[in-house]
Structures are given as structure tokens and as C-alpha cells.
């Protein structure tokens, strides 16, 4: 009994400590909220059913925004350019194949007003990570290509929601 006792008390005093440093999980908190103005959006994008698309409009929603269906029915509209990948040898292994690669994925957006004044200019966010290859497992390397990139385009709805929270923010009265 004493043992469990032990126990319970340190894991409690775990998460007292954990809590009082402000841990927070990634993805919550109050940074990826945008003042109520911001929280009726349209999405303005030459590729509405993209995956790039559909993880802007579910990363947005789950910080507040409710997407219009219509241009006129939002506040703001967010103007979604194009999804840009590129990847780029880092490392070349003895045999002069690629040994590690650099994956990018940017696209750019602004966000109009709903007279079509722009409040917020052109800006570039992007992604960057790096993966091993190995040219013996071509197969598998395709699909973890496939799983990073999905990854990383989760990553620049998050980053486009974080920069939109702050611009909102700094420009709120």
C-alpha cells in the first residue's frame, strides 16, 4: 500500500509540475485563435478540392473559423495561392546516389476584407524537412514521401492559421 501511495503521490506531482510550466499540446492554446471578426472566412483557391484546401479549411475550423460558402458571405477571404513542392540532394551515398534529401512544400496567401481590400499582403509560408533514401526500397520510400508530405501540408495550415492569428491580433482595436 505504501508503494501505490508512493506512486499515485509522484505522479501527481508529475503532472502539477508539467502543468505549472505551461506545457501545453501541440496544436491547442490560445495561439491559433483569431479574434471573433476573422471567424467568418472564404477560401479563394484555384484548387478548392486540393488536399493543401481541405487541410487549410480543417485547421481553420478547428481554431473558430466557419467557412462561407459564399464570397459575399464572409468578413475576410483567404486567398490561397498554389502548392509548391521541391525536394534536393543533400548527401550522395558511395554508389553517387542520393543518400539524404531536403523536402519543401510553400504555397503563398493573403487575406481581402470584404470590399477586396487587401489587409494582410502576399505572404510565403513553407516547410522544410529531410529524409534518408534508400534506392534499395523504392517502394517504401514512395509511400514515406507520401506520409511526410501529407504531414508537412498539416503543418503549413497551422503555420498559415498561426501567421493569420497574429496578424488579426496586432491589428485588432
Do not use: H
Request: aromatic share 6%.
Amino acid at each position: 500500500m505504501p508503494g501505490r501511495l508512493a506512486g499515485f503521490t509522484l505522479t501527481l506531482v508529475a503532472a502539477c509540475l508539467v502543468a505549472a510550466c505551461g506545457f501545453q499540446l501541440r496544436g491547442t492554446g490560445s495561439e491559433t485563435l483569431v479574434p471573433d471578426a476573422w471567424k467568418s472566412m472564404y477560401l479563394d483557391t484555384d484548387n478548392p478540392n486540393g488536399e493543401l484546401s481541405r487541410e487549410v479549411r480543417s485547421s481553420f475550423a478547428a481554431s473558430g473559423v466557419v467557412w462561407a460558402e459564399e464570397r459575399e458571405e464572409a468578413t475576410y477571404r483567404l486567398v490561397l495561392g498554389a502548392e509548391r513542392f521541391s525536394q534536393r540532394n543533400l548527401s550522395v551515398s558511395a554508389d553517387a546516389r542520393a543518400a539524404e534529401i531536403e523536402l519543401t512544400l510553400s504555397a503563398q496567401f493573403s487575406v481581402q476584407d470584404d470590399r477586396g481590400k487587401r489587409v494582410m499582403p502576399p505572404t510565403q509560408a513553407s516547410v522544410v524537412q529531410q529524409m534518408e533514401n534508400d534506392p534499395s526500397n523504392v517502394v517504401g520510400k514512395a509511400e514515406e514521401l507520401r506520409i511526410i508530405r501529407s504531414e508537412m501540408r498539416v503543418e503549413l495550415a497551422r503555420q498559415m492559421m498561426r501567421r493569420i492569428g497574429f496578424f488579426a491580433a496586432s491589428t485588432a482595436p
